[in-house]
């Protein structure tokens, strides 16, 4: 911060207002999702509208006490911090309370805590002070196995909680690792993952009639074209490497292409196992839904099905506030947390669905041109991690309301109903606006 400016001046007050303005509107539809002619009163607090309003003013004060607190403190204790929230993580598998299906809550009398939400803060922290200290370089191996391990950490306590959707979150850190300088391969990687992975659950009881009565699995001929895909993927990057004679070149191809077949045979025959024995049943229940490998609009289907419909029937302009027939009579379960969003859609149409994406997308651009300025490599670091997380929660969150990605279980930021996951955020916004007021300074 400049000499003789003060915080409050050196503050981005566009991203609080956008911020704030989130928040209401949340609150506003979480009493919408839940209102009842017995308690039309906003401010009930037996309500969990009116719970939400306590979430919301305990928010703000964090967020002021964030903005109070020395910009150096997370500097210097990212890493305490992180270890912190890890063993909380690992409290919480021992001491916590399950609830929905997960251990993952510290339950004191009628205050419920969930560490994951808070992990994400911690972790992006950690990731900020360890790329950003000196000499670290995200091209070395040493530089990604060590921020992969920051990130598995986590990932793997929460998987072990039975919280799958808290857990993906922590794969959004890859975009924060691709701006540091992470070759887009593994980003390339990835994808092919995932596709591999959902051909491999449409292909599994298919089979092909060839001539000759030979009859062959869908799964061996996503085998036998997988050289082909390889090629097509990996000979621009190897022609890239440097100037090599042609013997060298078909060399290198070759040893590339039978590397990266043994790994995706390895991985296709590997998915029935992690499908049939990790994930659990109502995980592979919505996958199924989704990919439309078995119906079950009663049950796995059941609130995907309802969320279409109610945000289907808002049309251009919505149905007006309070009056989403499909909100009022409870059809879509979960509609003050994960399918918020159908009562953006069921009430305010289109429209009012678009200006609330619109307001995501601006929020996300503006923490992304406030990444860009910095001086600081943490702050810079830190950054592009809040962004990756609120880009991840956002995007499953909404895609899930309309049948577009599984239904993992995840709040839309700012809009869902919660303590824990407001207080999550806010701690993570916050912190990024504390670092952004000083980002004249070129402290790492």
């Known amino acids: 911060m400049r000499k003789g400016i003060s915080l409050i001046d050196s503050i981005d007050w566009g991203i609080i207002v956008i911020y704030l303005v989130l928040v209401l509107m949340g609150w506003a539809n979480i009493y919408a999702a839940v209102y009842s002619e017995e308690h039309q009163s906003i401010f009930d ?8 309003l306590i979430w919301i003013l305990t928010a703000i004060v964090i967020a002021i006490a964030v903005l109070a607190t020395d910009r150096q403190f997370f500097v210097a204790f990212g890493f305490p911090i992180y270890v912190l ?17 997960s251990k993952s809550w510290f339950v004191f009398g ?6 994951a939400e808070f992990a994400k803060f911690a972790t992006c922290m950690a990731v900020a002070k360890y790329l950003s200290l000196l000499n670290i370089k995200i091209s070395n191996l040493k530089t990604k196995l060590v921020c992969m391990t920051l990130i598995a950490i986590p990932l793997g306590l929460i998987l072990l909680q039975g919280d799958a959707g808290s857990a993906l979150v922590y794969l ?19 994808l092919f993952a995932i596709i591999l992975f959902i051909v491999t659950l ?3 009881d298919t089979t092909i009639n060839l001539p000759f009565e030979i009859v062959v699995s869908g799964k061996s001929v996503l085998v036998t074209v997988l050289a082909l895909i390889s090629s097509l993927i990996l000979i621009p990057f190897i022609k890239n490497r440097s100037n090599r004679g042609g ?3 078909l060399r290198d191809v070759s040893v590339v292409v039978v590397i990266t077949l043994i790994l995706s045979v390895s991985f296709i025959y590997s998915v029935d196992y992690v499908f049939d024995e990790v994930l659990s049943d109502h995980q592979r229940s919505r996958i199924n839904e989704l ?6 609009p009663k049950g796995a289907g059941y609130n995907v099905n309802q969320s279409k419909i109610a945000i289907g029937s808002g049309g251009m302009f919505g149905k007006g506030y309070l009056q989403g027939t499909q909100t009022k009579f409870d059809f879509v379960p979960e509609q003050s947390t994960d399918f918020i969003f159908c009562t953006v859609g069921e009430e305010w149409g289109f429209l009012g669905s678009f200006v609330v994406i619109s307001l995501f997308i601006t929020f996300l651009i503006k923490i992304i041109l406030m990444a860009e300025r910095q001086r600081s490599a943490f702050s810079r670091i830190f950054g592009y991690g809040l962004a990756s997380i609120i880009f991840f929660h956002v995007a499953v969150n909404i895609g899930m309301t309309i049948g577009l990605a599984p239904v993992i279980g995840i709040p839309l930021p700012f809009f869902s109903y919660g303590g824990s996951s407001l207080w ?13 007021a000083y980002r004249l300074d070129s402290f790492r």
């Open 45 to 52: 607090f037996s309500q969990s509208y009116g719970k939400q």
């Open 85 to 101: 929230m890890m063993l909380a993580l690992v409290a919480v598998l021992i001491f916590g309370k399950e609830i929905g299906g």
């Open 110 to 115: 009628a205050f419920s805590f969930q560490p």
């Open 172 to 190: 959004s850190f890859v975009f924060l690792m691709y701006r540091e300088g992470l070759s887009g391969n593994f980003l390339l990687a990835g």
């Open 202 to 204: 449409v292909l599994q």
């Open 247 to 249: 013997f060298t070149m």
């Open 291 to 296: 990919l439309a490998i078995k119906s079950d």
């Open 424 to 436: 999550g955020f806010t701690i993570l916004l916050f912190v990024f606006i504390k670092l952004d």
